[in-house]
């Protein structure tokens, strides 16, 4: 089993382009969401998903948009990069709110 | 607003000895407590939960103590070792939530040889 698979494993924008990273689970987790990480603010919710079809926002969805069509792939555009969104992004999956998060090995993120 | 505020945000131990990383909460709302473990460039791994039914839970080296009247739960690793050093979180789990988790800030644990 691959886990969670995130790609790519970084990347460099240039302010105003737009990029998607992607996230596939292979475990039937029904639960997948994004994170960011950044330096001393711990981890933060972008979006997250309960399923195909359904999405939501978490803390930070600004300048961010998700869709999920099928169970297994949960992709986040960003619209239009802003130097902002330098950050670490981390895709995680889940079978049950009891169960822990599977987390994917990041995507190192930079715009200039 | 639901937080769950850990500490230290950092911690130097020495081998061997006994690693403990704090965590407390207000919202009684909650009903599962993880503890992820990151290592530098990679993802954060569940390392260990509690429910709120159980005062402590041990695996391995690993322990947690959790105090429902303070809402307080803490993170002990005993035996520290090199291989230890990583950054640890805490978070919570919302009842009847969807799968949402709050989390820690973090705390950055480095284990002197």
């Known amino acids: 089993n691959a886990g969670v698979t995130q790609t790519p494993k970084f990347q460099v924008l240039k302010t105003g382009q737009s990029m998607t990273l992607q996230c596939a689970q292979d475990?039937?987790?029904?639960?997948m969401s994004w994170y960011r990480q950044d330096p001393g603010m711990g981890l933060r919710l972008i979006h997250y998903?309960?399923?195909?079809?359904?999405?939501d926002q978490g803390e930070v969805p600004n300048g961010y948009n998700v869709s999920r069509s099928t169970t297994e792939d949960f992709p986040l555009r960003l619209l239009s990069a802003a130097p902002s969104q330098t950050s670490v992004y981390f895709c995680?999956?889940?079978?049950?709110?009891?169960?822990?998060?599977?987390f994917g090995s990041g995507t190192r993120l930079t715009v200039v | 607003q639901q937080q769950v505020k850990q500490s230290p945000q950092s911690l130097i131990v020495q081998k061997g000895g006994i690693s403990i990383i704090n965590c407390a909460y207000e919202?009684?709302?909650?009903?599962?407590f993880p503890w992820y473990q990151q290592f530098p460039g990679k993802g954060p791994a569940l390392l260990i939960a509690?429910?709120?039914d159980v005062s402590e839970k041990k695996e391995g080296r690993f322990t947690i103590s959790f105090n429902k009247s303070a809402k307080q739960f803490s993170l002990h690793i005993m035996d520290s070792q090199p291989g230890d050093s990583a950054t640890y979180f805490c978070?919570?789990?919302?009842?009847?939530?969807?799968?949402?988790?709050?989390w820690g800030a973090g705390t950055k644990l480095i284990i002197k040889p």
């Open positions: 995680a999956s889940s079978y049950s709110r009891h169960y822990g998060y599977t």
């Open positions: 475990m039937n987790h029904e639960y």
């Open positions: 998903s309960v399923g195909a079809g359904i999405t």
């Open positions: 919202n009684t709302a909650f009903d599962y």
């Open positions: 509690i429910r709120p």
């Open positions: 978070a919570a789990s919302i009842t009847d939530s969807n799968y949402q988790l709050i």
